[in-house]
């Protein structure tokens, strides 16, 4: 058992985020892990930022990670990956997802979505990788299957075997979704 | 198996297990989930009130019958019920009640930051303060069993992050559910003022059992290691300061009120140096210092917003007990992240209202509710927001005071809100004959907090079909002579009759109706489309503060999948270049 994985998932309301949060608890859960997982929410289904912390490890005390302390950063948008890099550690892992939404400011030409984020991204984090969730999910048959890819993706470099992410992935999608699930978790997992 | 819960879910977890009879509450961040998790399980009665001090005082009906009983609000709630709750202490209970108070340090989604402890001081009454989910849980029932030892209410304190974060939480045996007997006492719950004085030396008294109770129970417990460094601490705190000095000895305070003041001063004796490390006030600081404590407190952690572990690091290596970590990455060079902020959604029906105030240039006194994000830019369309049904009372207070305010003046209420204390506020503009023009916008839902329903919306908690306010009538009753319903998606009709109740003397209603477009999965209809042709550019469009629509090179567009089709853009169009998409002739 080691100490603590501090993993942050980040997206936009309605990315599955939340979701994504609860197969990675399952799975922390049947591997043996002591669990803390936070989420501020209420605001969020409204277009807004959703953050996820998720902790896990022989005992956990604190549902928060630190600034500069993550091991892992799965972003589901762009600039949300952005915004959060500064919680990643140094020679931590960051997966990104390719799509981008831009945010209200940015409709309305308040604000502008800066270019070359994967760019800047690989440079601070040369571990990081990014990949295109949402194809990869069109192709497995459902774009809200995305976050699973991504999912996939990350689950690779945890301390947790493939065949108990697949369990909980059992436990936590509805029956009718589950082979799609099953399909864009093993395409995120085979990434690159 | 323990299994993972959020704060809220174990506290529902926590009431069936204690034998709970009822609960009640009213929607709000972060309590919502409380009284939602504990109408899952269909063996707790259980309601939304119009509001916090309804809810509570359906809590004393409950217990005063004998009930084990819980009632759930979030901070600013308590204010609300502040009213029976001060005389609750004085009756005391007869089945043990609980009541949550959730408070929001940093408020995450809320107007202030308020330390309900001082509430619960105020009161007098006992203070639990859990840190994880497990003890959320645990907490409920030592805090039923602890209101029927005293005879008090008990409030169970949390914060946004023992709330809605999860841990692991062992389920537990349920007592079986009994129901006291009622004994009629006019003494004990009568309070005239003959039975309440004798009741306010009895509270007294009670507190001084609590007092004793305090420093012995198991809630306040010491976690005694190396004496160099003490932490008086409660709440998500502890978790904090277990993590970051985890050779430090902690008196883990579960049980903030009253404070175990003798065990505080043993333990402040046997360390070297003392901080007390709680979130918001210096609640139990204060105390410490009165009896002559020396300790670090909020000389260095702030008395305002969140605590973290990442905050309470740097204090403490300000303060010397932890060493610099040189963790710091170097993003100095990060280009400027664009905010994303809450907007309304697409094809939300408050959208065209606010964008018609804005265009009125009115005063609009505003409230509680999604609809608040209207105040934002670019809609810009509400000027105040302060509390739960505070928008009425407003706009006819600056009537009253100045009378050239009258034409220019506008309150805005969302239905459930209106229903919670908006009512009362109606009622006083119509008896001092004031002039105000009230806009309920009725999503038929409270949405901020997740589509709850409330007494115009014909559905209980429960899931069962309800009798369903019927809110032009409700408002004639009162004495408003002129109510008008709109459809708030039609921007002609809305600005019309907006314009022409707000000139007009003597109160108005204007009831803007439109489901919340998130309670149908349905769009409203096919997704607008933008002729490139007509478009001029002009980016008129973009006021709407629409998350569907944006200008690239000079020409609008419509993002089909997040556009609902509810054709407002169509209406803000001047060169018509917003067309019905699809099946257009439909």
Known sequence: MRNPVDVLLVGVGGQGTILASKVLCAAARSAGYDIKMSEIHGMAQRGGSVVTQVRLGEEVHSPLIEGGKADVILAFEQLEALRLLPYLKKGGAIIVNKQTIAPVPVLAGLAEYPDNILEYISNKAPGSLAIDALDKAVECGNAKAANVVLLGAMARSMPIDREIWEQALEKTVPPKFLEVNKKAFAAGYEAE | ?586
């Open chain 2, 1 to 586: 198996m323990k299994e993972l819960y959020s704060g809220n879910a174990a506290i529902a977890l926590g009431a069936l297990e204690a034998g709970v009879t009822l609960a009640a509450g009213y929607p709000g961040t972060p309590s919502t989930e409380i009284l939602e998790n504990i109408a899952k399980s269909k063996e707790i009665y259980c309601e939304w009130a119009p509001n916090e001090k309804v809810a509570l005082e359906v809590g004393i009906g409950s217990s005063l019958a004998g009930a084990r009983t819980l009632v759930t609000m979030k901070h600013v709630g308590v204010n609300v019920a502040a009213d029976p709750l001060m005389t609750f202490a004085y009756t005391g209970v007869n089945g043990g009640l609980v009541l949550i108070s959730a408070d929001d340090p940093g408020m995450h989604s809320s107007q202030n930051e308020q330390d309900n402890r001082y509430f619960a001081k105020f009161a007098k009454i006992p203070i639990l303060e859990p840190s994880d989910s497990q003890e959320a849980k645990d907490m409920v029932r030592q805090g039923l069993e602890l209101s029927e030892l005293m005879d008090i209410p008990v409030m169970l304190r949390i914060t946004t992050r023992v709330a809605h974060s999860q841990t692991l939480v062992a389920a537990g045996e349920p007592v079986q559910r009994e129901v006291r007997n009622y004994q009629k006492d006019a003494k004990k719950n009568l309070m005239v003022p003959a039975f309440a004085r004798m009741r306010r030396v009895d509270l007294d008294k009670r507190h001084e059992k609590l007092r004793e109770y305090s420093e012995s129970t198991p809630l306040n417990k010491v976690e005694m290691q190396d004496n160099k460094v003490g932490v008086v601490t409660s709440g998500i705190s502890y978790q904090y300061v277990k993590e970051l000095l985890p050779h430090a000895s902690v008196f883990k305070v579960g049980m903030t009120n009253p404070l175990p003041l003798d065990k505080i001063r043993e333990f402040a004796i046997a360390v070297d140096h003392l901080y007390v490390v709680e979130e918001l006030e210096p609640f139990m600081e204060e105390q410490m210092q009165i009896e002559g404590i020396n300790l670090v407190g909020k000389e260095l952690f702030p008395v305002t917003g969140e605590f973290s572990p990442e905050l309470l690091r740097q204090k403490f290596i300000q303060a010397g007990e932890l060493a610099s970590d040189g963790t710091e990455h170097c993003f100095n060079d990060m280009p400027p992240v664009p905010g994303r902020p809450p907007v309304l959604c697409p094809g939300c029906p408050h959208r065209g209202v606010f964008y018609t105030l804005k265009k009125l240039k009115l005063m609009v006194t505003g409230d509680i509710g999604c609809y608040t994000l209207g105040g934002l830019p670019p809609l810009e369309g509400i000027d105040s927001c302060v509390c739960m049904g505070a928008s009425i009372g407003m706009a006819h207070g600056a009537e009253k005071a100045v009378p050239e305010m009258h034409g220019r003046t506008v309150a805005v209420i969302g239905d459930s809100t209106f229903m919670h204390s908006g009512i009362t506020g109606l009622l006083n503009v119509v008896y001092n004959q004031g002039n105000s023009t009230v806009i309920i916008v009725d999503n038929r839902t409270t949405a901020m907090t997740g589509h709850q329903d409330h007494p115009a919306t014909g559905r209980n908690l429960m899931g069962e079909e309800a009798p369903e306010v019927d809110l032009e009538a409700l408002c004639r009753a009162i004495g408003v002579k002129r109510v008008k319903v709109v459809d708030p998606l039609d921007l002609e009709q809305l600005k019309d009759t907006v314009k022409t109740e707000v000139a007009d003397p003597g109160p108005s209603v204007i009831i803007a109706r439109r489901p919340c477009a998130l309670l149908s999965k349905e769009p409203e209809g096919p997704a607008i489309e933008v002729d490139a042709d007509t478009c001029e550019g002009c980016k008129a469009c973009l006021r709407l503060s629409c998350p569907a629509i944006s200008v690239t090179d000079d020409k609008a567009q419509v993002d089909p999948n997040t556009c609902n089709g509810c054709g407002v853009c169509m209406q803000v169009c001047k060169f018509g270049a917003m067309v019905k998409g699809g099946n257009a002739n439909a």
